[in-house]
């Protein structure tokens, strides 16, 4: 699909979340929906959790102080957060920050799913473990973060086969010092990634375990 056509049905896709009124107390409550940013026709896709208090006032992913930190973790890999596209499972804001319920995150999900399958990343970084348990539910982020497996997600009419990087959320590693490092750690791997993403053998010498679903 041409970098145009994904913006269209990207933007359509946007507009079925409103028309489609998924998660109507979320939206009463949001200020916007938090749909969203960076460039359709990248390979590589982060996802997060759900939008926070700047993110619902500007209405772009990843715009705190987690978003900062983020930002920071792109400069160290030379990578342009508007060479990547950014967004969360849960698209209107929990109030008061909570985490997303499971039924927030299941009324979301055909949503993102739709939104690879459009974008048709060959990299997806889960941000901490609500992104990550939406393609692998039973993993430990504690356990396999910074390590890739490849994954062939089934949509209904195609599939994909993509690398995914389960990583510690920016925002719980931000104040604690260890988790910092990892995470910045974990980070530094992504290039040979991105350089080896068409190996199985050597994208994988890390991961544990293959899955397909
Ligand atoms: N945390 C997230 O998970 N997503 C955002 O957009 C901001 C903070």
Do not use: W
Request: aromatic share 8%; glycine share 4%.
């Amino acid at each position: 699909m041409p970098s145009s056509t994904k913006a269209y049905a990207l933007e359509q896709l946007e507009q079925s979340i409103i028309s489609d009124k998924v998660c109507p107390e979320l939206a009463a409550e949001a200020t916007q929906l938090v749909f969203g940013d960076g460039d359709p026709n990248s390979d590589i896709v982060f996802i997060g959790e759900a939008p926070g208090k700047n993110e619902d006032k500007t209405g772009l992913p990843f715009v705190g102080a987690a978003g900062k930190f983020l930002d920071e973790m792109l400069a160290t890999i030379d990578l342009k957060r508007s060479a990547v596209y950014i967004t969360n499972i849960v698209k209107y804001r929990p109030p008061n920050n909570r985490d997303p319920l499971p039924a927030e995150k299941k009324a979301f999900l055909p949503y993102l799913q739709r939104q690879l399958e459009i974008i048709q990343p060959k990299l997806v970084i889960a941000l901490g473990r609500h992104a990550a348990n939406c393609f692998l539910p039973e993993l430990r982020i504690s356990e396999e973060h910074g390590k890739p497996k490849r994954l062939t997600l089934s949509f209904s009419q195609d599939r994909l086969t993509i690398v995914l990087l389960p990583l510690f959320h920016p925002a719980a590693a931000l104040y604690n010092g260890s988790m910092r490092q990892t995470l910045i750690d974990d980070f530094s791997i992504i290039p040979e990634i991105i350089n080896q993403i068409s190996n199985p053998e050597l994208v994988l010498r890390n991961s544990n375990y293959l899955t397909l679903f």
